[in-house]
């Protein structure tokens, strides 16, 4: 498999201009401005197949934005080799961008104050797709995504989650090999959150486009994601797939136990207690040091249950526990 | 189909500028007033000197003034709404993820930019200033019709002062990606260009020594020029010479427009993370 992005060293800082507090340090700022250097991304490297759909996580600030806009060829890093299908983005950028489509979820590309039809019609001449190309694409993201009774509306006059499919249609239409989504799914609601994840899978599984996928979602994640990569501070911390990640940051399992009515929970040996609520308890376990089969028995047969079940503490977690073991913000 | 995108956007400007038509009422009042008040003032001065030999005779002051109030929406002020918001909201990125020249996308909502207003308030101007002031008994002050020879001198010199205008409105347009707001860049602009494009007081009044260095700006091809070429007061023989004044500083401006972009793309800082 030939390699599609590749990234390798990438460094890229910024200089913010500090402003100090209060009227005294607003006069000084006049004067003299203090600047401070971030460096957003620290000596990247990474690189994607044809196909994959990678899910790209970190907290704000840790440099996501900033690798999907070098990728994109908005911005120019300060060193490293970039190279997405044998082009360098900022410098190859009209032939970059023509196969690349993209999203910025907390923006839209849509005109505001046209009907969304006349957004799609103006980027298809903006991209240059031959019509009846364009009357096909257009036509299956209608019925994929359900736009029909959107078309005429004015994009002003959509909800978040309408926008949103919207978005996807527009940045689509030209049928890009590679999409970068830029939380696609941030202030949806549950259901649009499910449609534009199964929108994604199809997209991915189908049509096999390759998708960069940035999110702060972890349902996003474990839904649609065959490969994470965490950044932090401007370094990749994890690339794998998330089995590896939570196998990386610790082995830990949870098991939660409904107790019957009047049952009092005392304690468990091999297993510590992080939550309980009523007669719910939640415990964390080792499953190297106590078999989750051993540890059901000894709970069972000290203790009259209505309910149990065994689960991965979930991603938000693990990631927490990746941030904090390099210590960084999360 | 090497255009389409340009023409595309272009058009849909276009259409949506010309939904404005408040504004556009609002200005021709303004400008109609604007023109009397301006015309009145000129013809007091007249008037009142003794200096027989004048500049320009007050026919050729009346359709300067005129083109001038009716062609105002062409003049190079105000910024682009559309690229401010975007650039403001970190929308620009998308902007620059299009398969086109950002400066033939931009200089395309120029001329949106210039037109469509213009459009919009030149011709009711043009009506008023042609056929309605007669009606009302101020003939001498109406817009006197240029001679075929002016008109079709005038018509090239207007599109030369089109294409001027819109490379400077994308010039303010790319000077947002540093300000921001653009608001200092857009009065400082207003002021050059209402000044010392002969808007405010027709250029053939300046002193000889103020005509000397105006004639060495560019703001004299977006208004002075063709309103003279209009009225008589440039011989058609130099209709050649404005033109190049013209396409000139046009190309100086779109040169320095691409420069700064280019620029102005690799210290960018997408507002918003």
């Known amino acids: ?330 | 189909m090497m255009l389409r995108p340009y023409r595309a956007i272009l058009s849909a400007r276009f259409r949506m500028l010309l939904q404005y038509r408040a504004a556009a009422i609002a200005g021709v009042w303004t400008q109609i007033f604007f023109g009397l008040a301006l015309i009145m003032i000129y013809e007091a001065f007249y008037a009142s000197t003794t200096v027989a030999d004048q500049p320009m005779t007050m026919v050729q002051i009346a359709s300067y003034v005129w083109l001038g109030q009716a062609l105002l929406a062409m003049m190079p002020w105000g910024a682009d709404s559309e690229i401010r918001a975007m650039v403001r909201s970190g929308a620009v990125a998308y902007e620059l993820c299009r398969p086109v020249d950002l400066y033939g996308l931009w200089f395309a909502r120029g001329v949106a930019q210039r037109t469509a207003p213009t459009v919009l308030r030149a011709v009711p101007m043009t009506i008023f200033a042609v056929w309605a002031l007669p009606l009302l008994g101020l003939p001498e002050w109406r817009l006197e019709p240029p001679t075929a020879a002016a008109g079709v001198g005038f018509a090239c010199t207007l599109v030369g002062a089109l294409v001027l205008a819109c490379a400077m409105t994308t010039l303010i347009n790319i000077s947002l990606l540093w300000t921001i707001s653009g608001e200092g860049i857009v009065m400082i602009s207003t002021t050059l260009a209402s000044f010392f494009s002969g808007m405010i007081v027709p250029l053939p009044l300046f002193p000889e020594w103020a005509q000397t260095v105006l004639g060495w700006l560019p703001f004299a091809g977006i208004a002075d020029l063709p309103f003279r070429v209009y009225n008589g007061d440039i011989p058609l023989a130099d209709l050649g010479l404005v033109l190049a004044r013209q396409l000139g500083w046009t190309l100086v401006l779109v040169v320095l427009g691409r420069r700064l972009l280019a620029r102005g793309m690799r210290h960018l800082v997408v507002q918003g993370g």
Request: hydrophobic share 45%; charged share 25%.
């Open chain 1, 1 to 330: 498999m030939v390699a599609q992005i590749v990234v390798e060293n990438l460094c890229k800082a910024f200089q913010v201009a500090e402003r100090r507090p209060g009227m005294w340090g607003a006069i000084r700022g006049i004067a003299r401005r203090t600047y401070r250097t971030v460096r957003a991304l620290d000596g990247i490297s990474f690189s994607i197949d044809a196909g994959e759909l990678v899910g790209y996580i970190g907290p704000n600030g840790a440099g996501k934005s900033t690798t999907v806009k070098t990728l994109a060829g908005i911005l120019v890093p300060d060193s490293g080799r970039c190279e997405v299908r044998g082009r360098v983005p900022w410098k190859q950028r009209l032939a970059h961008v023509a196969e690349l489509g993209v999203v910025f979820g907390q923006r839209t590309q849509l005109w505001w104050d046209l009907p969304v039809v006349e957004s799609f019609e103006l980027l298809r001449d903006i991209y240059r797709v031959p019509e009846d190309r364009y009357v096909r694409t257009r036509d299956e993201l209608i019925a994929v995504l359900d736009l029909g009774a959107l078309l005429d509306v004015p994009v002003r006059q959509l909800s978040l989650g309408q926008r949103m499919r919207c978005d996807l249609a527009a940045a689509l239409l030209h049928a890009p090999p590679i999409v970068f989504l830029d939380e696609p799914t941030i202030g949806l609601d549950a259901i649009s959150k499910l449609a534009v994840r199964d929108f994604i899978k199809r997209l991915n599984r189908e049509n096999g486009v390759t998708v960069v996928l940035t999110t702060h979602d972890m349902d996003d994640i474990e839904t649609l994601c065959t490969r994470v990569m965490v950044i932090g501070g401007g370094k990749i911390l994890s690339d794998g797939t998330l089995a590896d990640l939570r196998a990386r940051v610790t082995r830990e399992r949870w098991l939660t136990i409904d107790l019957a009515d009047g049952v009092t929970w005392t304690d468990e040996v091999d297993a510590t207690v992080i939550r309980q609520e009523g007669s719910r308890v939640c415990l964390a376990f080792d499953p190297q040091v106590v078999a989750p089969a051993e540890l059901i028995r000894r709970v069972t047969a000290r203790y009259a249950i209505r309910d149990l079940f065994v689960e991965n503490p979930p991603i938000e977690t693990i990631i927490a526990r990746l941030y904090a073991a390099e210590s960084l913000p999360p």
